[in-house]
Nanobody
Framework: QAQVVESGGGLVQPGGSLTLSCTAS????????MAWFRQFPGKDREFIAG??????YADSAKGRFTLSRDIARYNFASLQMNSLKPEDTATYYC????????????????WGPGTLVTVSS
């Protein structure tokens, strides 16, 4: 099973930006894809964005969040989050699975421990 680690969470003011990073122990080109989810207290994890050969976004992320892969590092991707709102406060998780990006968290086989993002003044 792949190992996944997130970094970059923290406290940011409304309207600010934050970049989350994810490193996996597998290559995210070819057979694996990487995705970001977030979880609000008492809620299920929700898909934000995923990347493999293409990049996919949830409607809530389009226009504000950008997921990109470091071409020189086959196991690394970053999620740039702009114009953050208090309602973006959540624990953010990176996950990997084989083959295709999915919005269903149950399809992902490896997860990071999560990183907390707090948007508050």
């Amino acid at each position: 099973q792949a190992q996944v680690v997130e970094s970059g969470g923290g406290l940011v003011q409304p309207g600010g930006s934050l970049t989350l990073s994810c490193t996996a122990s597998v290559r995210i080109v070819g057979h694996y894809v990487m995705a970001w989810f977030r979880q609000f207290p008492g809620k299920d994890r929700e898909f934000i964005a995923g990347i493999g050969s293409d990049t996919y976004y949830a409607d809530s992320a389009k226009g504000r969040f950008t997921l990109s892969r470091d071409i020189a590092r086959y196991n690394f991707a970053s999620l740039q989050m702009n114009s953050l709102k208090p309602e973006d406060t959540a624990t953010y998780y990176c996950a990997v699975k084989r083959y295709d990006v999915s919005q269903d968290p149950s399809e992902y086989t490896s997860w990071g421990p999560g990183t907390l993002v707090t948007v508050s003044s």
